[in-house]
């Protein structure tokens, strides 16, 4: 059973649209909420971007960027902090969470998305 759940995640950690699908599923089944379920989706699947990216930077250029990854979830977070504490004169933790959590969903796919495309086409010319 370890043996398929490793499997799992590591098809997952590689595809990690196939993981977002995945939830998405489940949750529009178990839920019948189309958008509540995307959104679930994609604030579970953000850790296996991360970690696509972290791995897809790491085959690419044979030296981690962790410290990168951070440092982008992080400014992203203070600047989001700032900016919600600008405009609503008070942090409301819960929605500002979730704001960072989103926008770093939709920074992390972008960077996913174009890292598999750079890594591929150095694959296949050799560059």
Same mark, same amino acid.
């Given at each position: 059973? @370890? @043996?398929?759940?490793?499997w799992?995640?590591?098809?997952? *950690?590689? &595809?990690?649209i196939?993981? #977002? %699908?995945?939830? %998405?599923?489940?949750t529009? =089944?178990?839920? =019948?909420?189309k $958008? %509540? @379920?995307?959104?679930l989706?994609a604030?579970? @699947? ?6 696509? +990216? %972290?791995?897809? $930077?790491y085959?690419? #250029?044979k030296? $981690?960027?962790?410290? +990168?990854?951070l440092i982008?979830?992080?400014? *992203? ?7 919600? #504490?600008? +405009?609503?004169k008070? +942090? ?8 960072? #959590?989103? /926008? ?5 796919? &972008?960077?996913y &998305?174009?890292? $598999?495309? /750079?890594?591929l ?7």
């Amino acid at each position: 059973m @370890s @043996s398929a759940f490793a499997w799992f995640l590591a098809t997952v *950690v590689t &595809l990690p649209i196939l993981g #977002w %699908y995945l939830v %998405y599923i489940i949750t529009v =089944k178990v839920t =019948k909420k189309k $958008s %509540y @379920s995307i959104r679930l989706a994609a604030d579970i @699947s953000l850790v296996f971007f991360i970690l696509a +990216v %972290y791995f897809i $930077s790491y085959e690419i #250029w044979k030296q $981690s960027f962790l410290w +990168v990854i951070l440092i982008v979830f992080f400014v *992203v977070a203070i600047c989001f902090t700032i900016i919600h #504490w600008k +405009v609503a004169k008070d +942090v409301h933790f819960v929605r500002l969470f979730r704001g960072i #959590w989103r /926008f770093n969903f939709i920074l992390f796919f &972008l960077a996913y &998305l174009l890292l $598999s495309t /750079f890594g591929l086409i150095t694959r296949i010319f050799g560059t």
